[in-house]
């Protein structure tokens, strides 16, 4: 079942623009993470927060977490070409343990024009 | 660097033919994860495994089953392969959560099969 959904399902900007992707989701987490998946290969884990956590950074990247709101953001700055590419939020319910998977949402497909 | 891989990049398979998929990974991880992507419908989650022969249903197993006799290969068996099929397959593995409320951690993927059912 699906739980992140991002927002916008598309964004195109200009290279050295900061792009902003949002995740919402519906239950109480553990943890939340944003992949990026270049066209037509797998998924390249970005960043992992944690439900005690607010903010954290990584390189380019910044991700915020609202579990009030039940909201994340992920912030590229500077963007460049190579940042084109689908980006993905995954939640992990904090119900229940085991080893199931993260549930994914459909993604953002974000493209920078040079 | 963890690595994920994954027997075939690309597959064109009949319509009833039995289909395998392989996956492997060399970081001695415990879990791992079946998902197919489709266009509009994200990433599903197919069978996931916590342990060498354990498997668990996901959220989309109908028509698909899986085998784990070794620890760092997980393969996805199509046993009669359809056209509802055709789609975008990845793998992935990792670490067990920490702890029992600990949340699920970094998965990592492999580059994907597409396949294509006729």
Redesign the interface.
Known sequence: SQQGEEDPQALSIQEGENATMNCSYKTSINNLQWYRQNSGRGLVHLILIRSNEREKHSGRLRVTLDTSKKSSSLLITASRAADTASYFCATDAAIGGGADGLTFGKGTHLIIQP | DVK?TQSSRYLVKRTGEKVFLECVQDMDH??M?W?RQDP????R?IY???DVKMK?K??IPEGYSVSREKKERFSLILESASTNQTS?Y?C?S?L??AG?????????????T?LLVL
């Open positions: 994920v415990e879990n994860f998902y509009g419908l994200g990433l989650l996931f495994s916590y668990e996901g959220d975008m990845l992935a990792s067990p959560p029992l409320a600990g949340g699920r951690e970094t998965q990592y993927f492999g580059p994907g597409r």
